[in-house]
Structure formats: structure tokens, C-alpha cells
């Protein structure tokens, strides 16, 4: 198959699993399971599918695994206009939800985990929804809104700092400064530091009394800590 092709494929495919993961968000029950079948199917299939469509039309895509009459329906309308409409309107619908699941996710949490802390009132959902859109509307896209989040997870997380959404507001005209903590690892051996000789090429430990020993051991043996 060509290279063309074969991206026609995983780029339906890849909207199909995106288009699942919104309906996920915005807490559809059973559609997600059926574009994600389809996305497989896409996957899996040796032929270009706009040429199964050329062949055969809508009735021909039915044939791919998992595609049924409103996934078909979906692949003709990306094949002649190249995008589908749903599939954008989701997307702006769930935009605010996006941000405060992306949000969570920086902390670890998944969209699963997410829901059931919501239903068990661990998390106050709505309280987070005020600061998304706020987001949304500074950074003027959600790709630029997520990019915002992993910039402060990242630098926060390496510290060992906790964040909200309403910190990335406050870090905003710093975003591009702000860098994950460098993490310095140092080798041990015995709880002696060591250190590496570029003169010697060799290791030395470093004992109580602050003799340096020549190492005999293997690396295998050293031990590297992060310094905190």
C-alpha cells in the first residue's frame, strides 16, 4: 500500500479514537465502543479505504470491521469534504472539559478516575469548569491552553509543589521561563560519595574520614541517588 494510503487510514482511524475519547468526556455511554471498533477496523485494513469508497461507494465502506451505517456515513463525509462535522462540534463543545480533564491528567489522574471521584464528591467537578474557560479564553486555543498545563505540571511536579488551573493564570507571563528542576543524580557506594578522576579515568570513594579510595568494584556496584 502507499504511503498516501496508508496515512488515509490512521488518519480517519485517529479521528474515530479522538472523537471516542470526547464522547468519553462528555459522558456518552455506548457510542465510544463503536468508533473505537472502527478505528481498529480503519487500522487493520490492507486497502486504501477511499478507494474501497471509489469502488463502491457507502454501501462498499460497510465491509471494513466496525463500520456500520452512521460510521460509513462519517468516513464519506471526511473522503469528500476532509473533516466531519460531528466530529469538530465535539470537539468544541467538550472544550472546557478538555482542559479540566487535561488538567487532572497532569496530576495523574485519569478521565475513569476522574468521573468516580466527581460521583463520590471527592472532587467538586464544577468547581474546576470557571478556571478552564478562563484558561481557554488567555491562551486562545485548548492545544495552547494543554501546552500552559504540562509547562506548570512540569515545572511544579519537579519540585514537589502542588498547582491548580488558576496557577498557570499567575505563571502565565513566565511560561517560557519556567523549566522542570534538573535532576542530579550522584554516585554511592557503601553510603560513601564517590567521584569520577578525568585525569585517572578512574572512581574513587570517598571514605568518613574523607580519604579518597580507588574504587575496585564494578559499576554495577555504585549506587546513584537523586539529590533532592
Known amino acids: 500500500m502507499a504511503t498516501k494510503e496508508k496515512n488515509i487510514n490512521k488518519k480517519i ?8 475519547e470526547l464522547l468519553d468526556i462528555k459522558g456518552t455511554a455506548f457510542k465510544p465502543a463503536a468508533y473505537r471498533k ?9 486497502e486504501d ?7 463502491g461507494g457507502k454501501k462498499a465502506l ?21 473533516k466531519i462535522k460531528t466530529y469538530e462540534d465535539l470537539k468544541t463543545e467538550t472544550a472546557i472539559r478538555q482542559v479540566v480533564t487535561h488538567f487532572f491528567k497532569s496530576k495523574g489522574l485519569s478521565l475513569g478516575e476522574l468521573k468516580r471521584d466527581a460521583r463520590k464528591q471527592k472532587i467538586v467537578y464544577a468547581r474546576f469548569t470557571k478556571p478552564a474557560k478562563q484558561l481557554l479564553e488567555l491562551a486562545g486555543s485548548l492545544e495552547k491552553a494543554k ?9 511544579a511536579n519537579s519540585r514537589g509543589l502542588d498547582y491548580a488551573i488558576e496557577t498557570v493564570f499567575k505563571k502565565w507571563l513566565e511560561l ?9 543524580k550522584k554516585p554511592y557506594y557503601w553510603d560513601n560519595p564517590m567521584v569520577w578522576s578525568k585525569t585517572k579515568h578512574k572512581w574513587y570513594v ?18 546513584w541517588r537523586i539529590e533532592k
Open 62 to 82: 460497510k465491509n471494513v470491521v466496525g463500520v456500520g451505517e452512521n460510521i460509513s456515513q462519517k468516513i464519506e463525509e471526511h473522503l469528500k469534504r476532509g
Open 206 to 223: 570517598i571514605d568518613k574520614a574523607g580519604t579518597w579510595l580507588e574504587f575496585a568494584g564494578e559499576e554495577k556496584d555504585i549506587e
Open 147 to 155: 501546552i500552559a498545563i504540562d509547562k506548570v505540571a512540569g515545572w
Open 49 to 55: 479505504v477511499s478507494d474501497i469508497y471509489t469502488k
Open 38 to 46: 472502527a478505528a481498529r477496523g480503519l487500522e487493520n485494513l490492507e
Open 13 to 20: 482511524a485517529r479521528i474515530f479514537y479522538e472523537t471516542a
Open 176 to 184: 517560557d521561563r519556567l523549566k522542570p528542576k534538573e535532576v542530579v
